[in-house]
């Protein structure tokens, strides 16, 4: 598939007069061109220009992020945690959370996320973990507290992985249902995307149907992902409107999905590793 220079400026969110100025300048040109002489950019074409996109908005200048956007993107070296090794980390987390003690909660969560990577670090530590501690809560009728300030240092940790900058495509709008309060698997999801360079956006907790609609025509995303964790609130989610108004892939996650019917073009991931390989195929 190739791409007229109009189509790929609307897609990188820059003007057409930005292309003319980088293909003459850094030869971040087309690989083809029409019988007519019409420039057609591919998708190669279009990754190397989100390179350069991103690298500007990261405040490297157009020249150096010319050589850049010509390079492979580097693969990430961290590795997935292994059984042993994860379960070591949910011993000295779950540890340090029963002492409240937050700095060391932060400390870990952010080796853990730099070593790891957040996919496999909040499938393997950060989940098991809540769910203990939820189960601990439900046991002893106490230990609020505990979970509380446990939830807020993995949330302060997700948060501190560096999101991509800048114009370009915006893969994901993520959203809460309509009264549901709980995004820290959104937050979790936003933090894998930035890790593989994928710029999203979060509306947060409790988004009115009205509002979630509005924001999509709006920032016109690739994915949009509702999660849910009980069915009265997935109920409440306008998917057959969203589906009226946007282009955009329609998606839902959290344990409220289970079992309800969907749409045909709903797409609902199996976990959060799914969920990234789907926004991230549309980008």
């Known amino acids: 598939m190739t791409y007229t220079p109009r189509a790929v400026a609307g897609m990188l969110g820059i003007a057409p007069t930005t292309l003319r100025t980088w293909d003459q300048r850094y030869g971040l040109g087309p690989s083809e061109r029409t019988e007519g002489g019409h420039r057609r950019y591919d998708e190669a074409d279009v990754d190397v220009l989100r390179r350069?996109?991103?690298l500007i908005g990261q405040g490297v200048s157009p020249a150096s992020a010319a050589v850049l956007a010509r390079q492979e993107p580097a693969t990430r070296t961290s590795a997935p945690i292994g059984a042993d090794?994860?379960?070591?980390?949910?011993?000295?987390?779950?540890t340090a959370a029963k002492r409240l003690d937050e700095p060391l909660m932060l400390?870990?969560?952010a080796k853990l996320l730099a070593d790891h990577g957040v996919?496999?670090?909040?499938?393997?530590?950060?989940v098991p973990c809540l769910v203990e501690l939820g189960e601990l809560i439900a046991d002893r009728g106490s230990g609020v507290e505990i979970e509380h300030m446990a939830s807020g240092s993995v949330l302060q940790?997700?948060?501190?992985?560096?999101?991509?900058?800048?114009?370009?495509?915006l893969a994901a709008l993520l959203a809460c249902a309509p009264e549901e309060q709980h995004v820290l698997a959104l937050e979790a999801l936003g933090a894998a995307l930035s890790e593989q360079g994928g710029q999203w956006r979060s509306l947060g907790a409790r988004v009115p149907p009205e509002a979630l609609c509005d924001a999509v025509v709006r920032l016109r995303p690739s994915v949009v992902l509702v999660w849910a964790h009980r069915a009265d609130l997935a109920e409440l989610v306008p998917l057959a409107e969203l589906g009226r108004r946007t282009t955009a892939l329609v998606a839902v996650a959290g344990p409220g999905w289970a079992g309800m019917t969907l749409p045909s073009s709903v797409r609902r991931p199996a976990g959060l590793a799914?969920?990234?390989?789907?926004?991230?195929?549309?980008v």
């Open 52 to 54: 350069m996109v991103v």
């Open 274 to 282: 799914e969920a990234v390989e789907l926004v991230m195929s549309r």
């Open 107 to 109: 400390d870990l969560a």
């Open 85 to 94: 090794k994860a379960l070591k980390a949910q011993r000295g987390f779950l």
């Open 157 to 169: 940790a997700l948060r501190e992985v560096p999101r991509a900058n800048g114009p370009g495509v």
């Open 119 to 126: 996919v496999s670090v909040w499938e393997s530590v950060f």
